[in-house]
């Protein structure tokens, strides 16, 4: 089945910085990858999602690359703010279903001010 | 809009008891969705529905059984707890359509097995 490796496990960086979280997959079918953000005792919410027929995708201070030949994807966030601590759970889409998703294991982001 | 509901929020089980979750959601969409979420492990897809009137296993199905009762409802119940349960359990829906894979969740369900 999919498999979906997710680094670093917690990343520190102060008000400001960019943070970026790596993911990499195993099935080349997959073809749909979101990033989840996950507050303090709240449910998963979609942040942003890219699909395996572009390359790169940007929401103000978010931005998603897909390097398909790789199979590895990235969340990068830009002048990061307090508010931006959470986890970040990226996903994989299982046997290009887009419907049935595999998940990292989570990133835990903390925003020093 | 509720969006998607879960009953109880939380809930202790002593081991061999059985229980069922609920999940309801008011966005009229195809697919719908059990997780649990377990410290360091990310979500793991327990069962799913990816329309109505179909089921079918994810990745860490044992102990548990699903009924998709309508379009709105999908329950996940626990026949017989067991420690190993215990986790907070996500349930999700999305409207597959050609433009949104999106999935929502919805506020969790703590449960513990003693």
């Known amino acids: 089945g999919e498999n979906v490796e997710q680094h670093p496990s917690t990343l520190s960086v102060q008000e400001g910085d960019s943070a970026v979280i790596k993911c990499t997959y195993s099935?080349?079918?997959?073809?749909?990858f979101p990033w989840y953000k996950q507050e303090l005792g709240k449910r998963p919410q979609l942040i942003i999602d890219?699909?395996?027929?572009?390359g790169e995708k940007k929401d103000q201070r978010i931005a998603v690359t897909l390097n398909k030949t790789a199979k590895h994807f990235s969340l990068h966030i830009t002048e990061t703010q307090p508010e931006d601590s959470a986890v970040y759970f990226c996903?994989?889409?299982?046997?290009?279903?887009?419907?049935?998703?595999?998940f990292g294991k989570g990133t835990l982001l903390t925003v020093n001010p | 809009n509720a969006g998607v509901t879960q009953t109880p929020k939380f809930q202790v089980l002593k081991t061999g008891q059985s229980m069922t979750l609920q999940c309801a959601q008011d966005?009229?969409?195809?697919?719908m969705y059990w997780y649990r979420q377990d410290p360091g492990m990310g979500l793991r897809l327990i069962y799913y529905?990816?329309?109505?009137?179909?089921?079918d296993k994810g990745e860490v199905p044992n102990g548990y059984n699903v009924s998709r009762l309508n379009k709105r409802e999908f329950s996940l119940r626990l026949e017989s707890a067991a420690p190993s349960q215990t986790s907070v359990y996500f349930c999700?829906?999305?409207?597959?359509?050609?433009?949104?894979?999106?999935?929502?969740f919805g506020p969790g369900t703590r449960l513990t097995v003693t």
């Open positions: 999700a829906s999305s409207p597959r359509t050609g433009s949104s894979y999106e999935q929502y």
């Open positions: 099935d080349s079918a997959s073809n749909y």
């Open positions: 890219i699909r395996s027929n572009v």
């Open positions: 996903a994989a889409s299982i046997g290009g279903s887009n419907y049935k998703l595999t």
């Open positions: 966005m009229n969409h195809n697919s």
């Open positions: 529905s990816a329309s109505e009137g179909t089921t």
